[in-house]
């Protein structure tokens, strides 16, 4: 069975600091994603990464894959307020490798950012 | 494109009621999944469509959760006698089959079980 793990669970920054979120996977898989959720709301994507070595940014973040380490990082840079909100990341299991492409998330990581 | 959309955005039922949503996906888009997400979880994947074809569900969804999407397009799930325990977010995605990596959320049903 599928099982992603985020750690941290909880992330407290100051402002223009840089950190990392990190998220393991059980399974073989070349499929992960990177999403956020603000409170009470439904789920933004952020990234979708299709292949191991896979480096995505979009302004102030940065998602890579690892798929023999079973690793995908979350790379924050020069934290701002508005990159407070709940991190999830999902992993999926293509038929080709014996999944259904049903998406199973981690616990989420919340961020909060600190003037 | 207007998005998947859900209906309603919230419901409060007393124990023991039968509660309905209904979501429509994004036009096009042949894939619809239902998931469940409790305060503080991620997700949890309950079942998928592949136009009107359930493929798969979840040991989550216990015999009092039905899922339908009868004509292809928009799909409803019931829940019958509900319980405190479901009490939760339950959010539609929709997909592509060609691209099934994309699944794109809807803003979700919140459900609170008196």
């Known amino acids: 069975e599928l099982k992603v793990e985020q750690n941290p669970l909880f992330l407290s920054m100051q402002e223009e600091k840089n950190y990392t979120i990190y998220c393991n996977y059980s399974?073989?898989?070349?499929?992960l994603y990177w999403y956020r959720q603000d409170p009470g709301k439904s789920l933004e994507s952020l990234f979708v990464l299709l292949s191991n070595g896979a480096v995505k940014q979009e302004g102030r973040l940065m998602a890579s894959l690892d798929t023999k380490a079973r690793l995908s990082t979350l790379h924050i840079t020069a934290a701002v307020h508005d990159l407070s909100a709940t991190y999830f990341c999902a992993v999926d299991i293509p038929p080709a490798q014996g999944g259904s492409e049903k998406l199973v998330f981690g616990k989420g990581t919340k961020l909060t950012v600190n003037p | 494109d207007t998005g998947v959309s859900q209906d309603p955005r919230h419901k409060i039922t007393k124990r023991g009621q039968n509660v309905t949503f209904r979501c429509d996906p994004i036009s096009e888009h042949n894939r619809l999944y239902w998931y469940r997400q409790t305060l503080g979880q991620g997700p949890e994947f309950l079942t998928y469509f592949q136009n009107e074809a359930q493929l798969e569900k979840s040991r989550l969804l216990s015999d009092r959760f039905s899922a339908e999407r009868p004509k292809g397009s928009f799909s409803t799930l019931e829940i019958q006698r509900t319980e405190q325990g479901d009490s939760a977010m339950y959010l539609c995605a929709s997909s592509r089959t060609t691209r099934p990596y994309e699944q794109y959320f809807g803003p979700g049903t919140r459900l609170t079980v008196t």
């Open positions: 399974t073989t898989s070349d499929r």
